[in-house]
């Protein structure tokens, strides 16, 4: 239901943009969000948007230079990731939130608040 695209090698200082397609028949009114894996750790959020589009929230590690988007014509989210450094190494995942839902403007940032996950795309950074 969600498909994970856009990651591959990059510099450090480059930017990427990550994309996550959402099925047709998946909602795109559902809060998203993108979390992180690298080798070794766990799962950490990264970014969140809540249902209505109003709220945003970002993990300090990736602040002011990130942005979570959708564009509801493509039923699809997008994060921009920009001054990559090789601590972004990780899979990125997109991930959903299709339970009862809180204000339009909550923005989910814990993995068991999601219950529908894509598949990830891998990010590697070097030097």
């Known amino acids: 239901q969600l498909q994970a695209s856009g990651g591959g090698l990059v510099q450090a200082g480059d930017s990427l943009k990550l994309s996550c397609a959402a099925s047709?028949?998946?909602?795109?009114?559902?809060?998203v969000g993108w979390f992180r894996q690298a080798p070794g750790k766990e799962r950490e959020f990264v970014a969140g948007?809540?249902?209505?589009?109003?709220?945003?929230h970002y993990a300090d590690s990736v602040m002011g230079r990130s942005a979570i988007s959708r564009d509801n014509a493509e039923n699809t989210v997008y994060l921009h990731l920009n001054s990559l450094t090789p601590e972004d190494t990780a899979v990125y995942y997109c991930?959903?939130?299709?339970?009862?839902?809180?204000?339009?403007?909550?923005?989910?940032?814990?993995?068991?608040?999601?219950?529908?996950w894509g598949q990830g795309t891998l990010v590697t950074v070097s030097n």
């Open positions: 991930a959903a939130v299709t339970g009862p839902l809180l204000s339009g403007s909550y923005v989910y940032t814990t993995t068991t608040d999601y219950d529908i």
């Open positions: 948007l809540s249902w209505s589009g109003r709220g945003t």
């Open positions: 047709p028949h998946t909602s795109k009114s559902y809060p």
